[in-house]
């Protein structure tokens, strides 16, 4: 069974600080997407990586893939009340089926 | 990026009543949909695979009889909660593969079933 372990769980900032949210798995992914979502919303894609070591960067947000394509990580800089959530990453292994992390809960404090 | 509409957002029902709740792909096809339950504060649950001209494929778990699943078209899956029941109250989420080369998932606006 494919697993991705999401850290951490949750996490409330004040406005200005920094953040890193992390998915790790043992297995290999062709792609990993990292997705945000609001209350009584559904997720909204915020970048898909594909590349080992791939970085990117989406304003005050910075993405990077792991060498192996087996872990990613989300950095949020100067977070800001806008930025509170639930993000989630989903490993693409290939196929039909994605495999979720549980989820990390921003709680960003003005 | 890809459109997913999906309706109702929110429906309130009695018990043993059933529910349809319907996802569409608004510019593309989709020949796979998938549709998720989530319980407050966590991650996506899969509950099954919607295949769009044959059955649909179920989790371990989840009852077939209970979720009926239907994807006729390109464009159109639904999922029926038949005979409701207060644990079925949820969150239901449909999404869809925008490109069969990225796994990129594009998510209905989601739909919250209460039942009474």
């Known amino acids: 069974t494919q697993l991705l372990k999401q850290s951490p769980q949750f996490l409330s900032i004040q406005e200005g600080e920094n953040l890193t949210v992390y998915c790790n798995s043992s297995s290999v992914f062709s792609s990993l997407q990292w997705y945000r979502q609001e209350p009584g919303e559904g997720p909204v894609l915020l970048v898909t990586v594909v590349t080992g070591g791939e970085v990117k960067k989406l304003k005050r947000l910075t993405f990077q893939f792991g060498d192996a394509r087996k872990d990613s990580s989300l950095h949020i800089t100067a977070a800001q009340p806008g930025d509170t959530g639930l993000y989630l990453c989903a490993g693409w292994p290939g196929g039909f089926k994605t495999i979720f992390g549980a989820g990390t809960r921003l709680f960003v404090k003005a | 990026g890809a459109v997913v509409s999906q309706h109702p957002s929110w429906v309130i029902c009695k018990s043993g009543t059933s529910v349809k709740i319907e996802c569409r792909s608004l510019d593309f096809q989709a020949t796979t949909m998938f549709w998720y339950r989530q319980f407050p504060k966590q991650s996506l649950m899969l509950m099954a695979t919607?295949?769009?001209?044959?059955?649909?494929?179920?989790e371990q778990g989840v009852e077939k009889d209970k979720f009926l699943i239907n994807h006729a078209s390109l464009t159109l899956s639904t999922l029926t909660v038949t005979s409701a029941h207060p644990e079925d109250s949820s969150f239901y989420i449909c999404?869809?593969?925008?490109?069969?080369?990225?796994?990129?998932?594009?998510f209905g606006e989601g739909s919250r079933l209460t039942v009474l």
């Open positions: 919607s295949n769009e001209g044959s059955k649909a494929t179920y």
């Open positions: 999404s869809a593969r925008g490109s069969p080369n990225t796994g990129e998932l594009f």
